[in-house]
């Protein structure tokens, strides 16, 4: 791609896999938390897989590497990139506690144009955190079944791709949801569970 590209784990792989094919830096530092500048915008790359659990959340050694990477604020916007989620979505079958939200979340307080890019959940999905722009991505594969009833978030169905993308225009950000044109037809649903 004619672009940088930066990888963050999820829950299904295998970090010391990923550093071996130089996916993530080897100093477990820079890969459990990294900040890169861009004359724009500045992201931060956070690792919030919890080994051997689907459930995510952030160690104090994570969150001290965090608070450095903060440090600077002069207003230009922030992604902060991590796979889990931080708050309960409504997907019932996905939605487990982040460990330690409460430490991220008053580490983060206070901080101008944040916003809190996440995965994990396999759909679009917008909110605030204290004031903090939080948003999940839409998937490139296997979309979450539209289902907010104690029952949902178990089903998934095949499609086009889809992505997010942020525009950054000065402190502005304008965030766009699409798809890739493949023609691929929906299929489905399907349940994660087999
Ligand atoms: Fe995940």
Not at 39 to 64: K, N, Y
Not at 136 to 149: N, S, V
Request: overall charge negative; charged content about 20%; some cysteine.
């Amino acid at each position: 791609m004619p672009w940088p590209v930066y990888y963050i784990p999820g829950n299904h792989d295998n970090p010391a896999a990923m550093q071996k094919m130089q996916l993530l830096p080897e100093d477990w530092r820079q890969a459990a938390c990294r900040r890169i500048e861009f004359p724009e915008a500045v992201i931060i790359l956070l690792d919030s897989v919890r080994r051997g659990q689907s459930r995510g959340g952030v160690s104090d050694e994570t969150l001290e590497l965090l608070k450095s990477a903060l440090s600077e604020d002069d207003g230009r916007p922030t992604f902060l990139f991590m796979h889990h989620v931080p708050f309960r979505t409504g997907y019932t079958a996905m939605d487990e506690p982040f460990e330690q939200v409460e430490k991220l979340m008053k580490l983060l307080s206070g901080r101008q144009n944040l916003y809190m890019c996440c995965g994990h959940i396999h759909a679009p999905i917008v909110t605030k955190m204290q004031q903090i722009s939080v948003n999940t991505c839409p998937p490139i594969c296997m979309a979450m079944e539209f289902d907010l009833t104690p029952q949902g978030g178990d089903m998934f169905y095949t499609s086009e791709p889809q992505f997010m993308l942020h525009v950054v225009e000065g402190a502005q950000v304008i965030t766009h949801f699409a798809t890739v044109p493949t023609g691929e037809i929906r299929k489905g649903p399907y349940t994660f569970s087999i």
